[in-house]
């Protein structure tokens, strides 16, 4: 992965591989649902599913595999799909790349109250300040989380900023898909 630092965390380069991935297929795409895998063991048990994933040549080192899962239904929210999912043992985290409407914090005070969620969509979508973001966030069984995010006005590599904290809620989301 080119534009991925080599001494990130299996988790960030992931999060940034998934991201570069959806960048690649350009805006306005759907939410993509991906399984997290560790590369080595998917090489040991998997050698033909490694090979189909060009992962037979890699180098030995400790990684993740992005497996893009398939489509998320459109007419079913976000959170109550995520609510659906239960991954097998050999899933070791989840990622989720989604793209939405963001507000600077300068425009909180000004949200009318009382707006069903169709109502504050389209006031969101109306706002001058409106950004388009993409967001790519990842999590573990473990807890570790992290996250990419994209502005599609400075979509760019090197302009994603990443962090375990940029999107608490959809981490959280993310995390529960691992609870017992």
């Not at 988790?11 to 805006?27: F, M, P, Q």
């Not at 993509?32 to 490694?50: M, S």
């Amino acid at each position: 992965m080119s534009n991925t630092p080599m001494a990130a965390s299996p988790l960030t380069r992931a999060v940034l591989e998934i991201d570069e991935y959806a960048s690649g297929l350009g805006w306005d795409q759907p939410a993509r649902l991906f399984a997290l895998v560790d590369t080595a063991r998917l090489r040991a048990q998997e050698p033909g599913l490694a090979a189909q994933l060009g992962l037979q040549d890699a180098p030995e080192t400790t990684g993740l595999t992005p497996i893009e899962q398939d489509e998320i239904p459109a007419d079913k929210p976000l959170d109550e799909f995520l609510g659906t999912i239960a991954w097998p043992d050999a899933v070791v985290g989840c990622a989720l790349t989604v793209e939405r409407l963001m507000l600077p914090p300068s425009a909180e005070a000004s949200v009318p109250e009382g707006l069903s969620d169709k109502k504050l969509a389209k006031w969101v979508a109306d706002h001058p300040d409106r950004q388009e973001v993409r967001m790519t966030v990842g999590v573990l069984r473990d807890g570790t989380r992290d996250s990419a995010l994209r502005l599609r006005e400075k979509d760019a590599p090197t302009e994603v900023l990443t962090g375990a904290g940029l999107v608490p809620g959809l981490a959280e989301a993310l995390s529960a898909t691992f609870a017992d």
